[in-house]
């Protein structure tokens, strides 16, 4: 059981996916079979986590002619990443991805960040001193590049992810494809209200990551607050007799956003799909709302070194 977005492409996007990141190598594989057989239709990709090529080994077990799924039944979703963004590069990175998947087309690519890092085959290219080597190719040009995949058939629509307000309207104004989707953190401690009705108001869907506050980030350090351990998320979750991670995705849902929770155990792969038998009243819509302290957990590196070339409450 799940419940769908329709995207402005017109393609249907379930509600709750998989999400990949920091599933390690070794435990994704499993987690996207338990996915899969527990009625996920949704798995969030990227070239970036490292573990493409395993996603697509369970995926070569589910999915096909004569296996329990036809391709047209799952939605996945995969990102161009940073080192990526020349024009001469893009095809090539998605064409690696749907390799690694072993799939012929994307339902979804997005860019994965608005900047662009140099080129080449290091994930994060970096100059003597530690600091991120950028590159000066805009995303207006990667976002160009993007759309002939589009017309090429290798990806059904394209979007973004980390894009602020004023940089998803940049490609809304030169786009000939739209970007259907942006992906950015979104948890009750960073609800995005803003966002989310700019988002809106230009027909872009939201995709919540780290929509359980992303606990295994990491860098996590234990002077920062727990979303899943909130103690009035708590509390509702006890009324509903649901858990707190099932309060928060009902939560996503509830307010339009598409959420991809990470979990490498089944059980909880399962838990986190299991929120379409209840729905949670206004007043606590309310309250897991006002829990918002704009709280990033995904703060990106360049901040750490000083640059502000992204910010996304501008
Ligand atoms: P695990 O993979 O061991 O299940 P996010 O999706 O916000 O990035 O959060 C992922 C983190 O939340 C992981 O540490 C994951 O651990 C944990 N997690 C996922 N689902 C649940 C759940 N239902 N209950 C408790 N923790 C969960």
Same mark, same amino acid.
């Given at each position: 059981?799940?419940?769908?977005?329709?995207?402005?492409?017109?393609?249907?996007?379930?509600?709750?996916?998989?999400?990949?990141?920091?599933?390690?190598?070794?435990?994704?594989?499993?987690?996207?079979?338990?996915?899969?057989?527990?009625?996920?239709?949704?798995?969030?990709?990227?070239?970036?986590?490292?573990?493409?090529?395993?996603?697509?080994?369970?995926?070569?077990?589910?999915?096909?002619?004569?296996?329990?799924?036809?391709?047209?039944?799952?939605?996945?979703?995969?990102?161009?990443?940073?080192?990526?963004?020349?024009?001469?590069?893009?095809?090539?990175?998605?064409?690696? !991805?749907? $390799?690694?998947?072993?799939?012929? /087309?994307?339902? &979804?690519?997005?860019?994965?960040? %608005?900047? @662009?890092?140099?080129?080449?085959?290091?994930?994060?290219?970096?100059?003597?001193?530690?600091?991120?080597?950028?590159?000066?190719?805009?995303?207006?040009?990667?976002?160009?590049?993007?759309?002939?995949?589009?017309?090429?058939?290798?990806?059904?629509?394209?979007?973004?992810?980390?894009?602020?307000?004023?940089?998803?309207?940049?490609?809304?104004?030169?786009?000939?494809?739209?970007?259907?989707?942006?992906?950015?953190?979104?948890?009750?401690?960073?609800?995005?209200?803003?966002?989310?009705?700019?988002?809106? !108001?230009? $027909?872009?869907?939201?995709?919540? /990551?780290?929509? &359980?506050?992303?606990?295994?980030? %990491?860098? @996590?350090?234990?002077?920062?607050?727990?979303?899943?351990?909130?103690?009035?998320?708590?509390?509702?979750?006890?009324?509903?007799?649901?858990?707190?991670?099932?309060?928060?995705?009902?939560?996503?849902?509830?307010?339009?956003?598409?959420?991809?929770?990470?979990?490498?155990?089944?059980?909880?792969?399962?838990?986190?799909?299991?929120?379409?038998?209840?729905?949670?009243?206004?007043?606590?819509?309310?309250?897991?709302?006002?829990?918002?302290?704009?709280?990033?957990?995904?703060?990106?590196?360049?901040?750490?070194?000083?640059?502000?070339?992204?910010?996304?409450?501008?």
């Amino acid at each position: 059981m799940n419940t769908f977005v329709t995207l402005s492409s017109g393609q249907k996007m379930p509600m709750v996916g998989l999400g990949t990141w920091k599933s390690a190598p070794g435990q994704v594989k499993q987690a996207v079979l338990a996915a899969i057989d527990c009625g996920y239709r949704h798995i969030d990709c990227a070239a970036a986590y490292g573990n493409e090529q395993e996603v697509g080994e369970a995926l070569a077990l589910r999915v096909g002619p004569g296996k329990d799924l036809l391709r047209e039944e799952l939605f996945v979703t995969s990102k161009l990443w940073n080192t990526k963004h020349d024009p001469e590069d893009v095809e090539e990175a998605c064409r690696t !991805s749907l $390799a690694h998947l072993g799939l012929t /087309y994307l339902d &979804l690519y997005l860019m994965h960040w %608005p900047m @662009a890092f140099q080129r080449g085959k290091e994930l994060m290219p970096r100059w003597e001193d530690g600091s991120i080597r950028y590159s000066d190719t805009h995303y207006r040009h990667t976002w160009t590049a993007m759309e002939k995949l589009v017309d090429k058939g290798l990806v059904k629509s394209i979007g973004l992810s980390n894009f602020n307000a004023r940089q998803t309207d940049d490609i809304i104004s030169v786009a000939r494809h739209k970007p259907v989707i942006n992906q950015v953190e979104c948890h009750p401690f960073l609800s995005q209200a803003d966002l989310l009705s700019h988002c809106r !108001s230009v $027909a872009v869907c939201v995709t919540a /990551y780290s929509p &359980l506050g992303s606990g295994d980030r %990491p860098w @996590a350090s234990s002077d920062e607050p727990s979303v899943l351990n909130d103690p009035q998320l708590g509390a509702i979750a006890q009324r509903y007799q649901k858990t707190a991670a099932q309060v928060i995705v009902r939560w996503h849902v509830q307010r339009g956003v598409v959420c991809i929770p990470k979990s490498v155990m089944p059980s909880r792969i399962q838990q986190n799909l299991q929120v379409f038998d209840f729905s949670l009243s206004e007043d606590d819509m309310k309250l897991i709302e006002s829990l918002n302290r704009n709280k990033r957990f995904i703060v990106p590196s360049i901040e750490r070194h000083g640059k502000k070339v992204w910010r996304d409450a501008e």
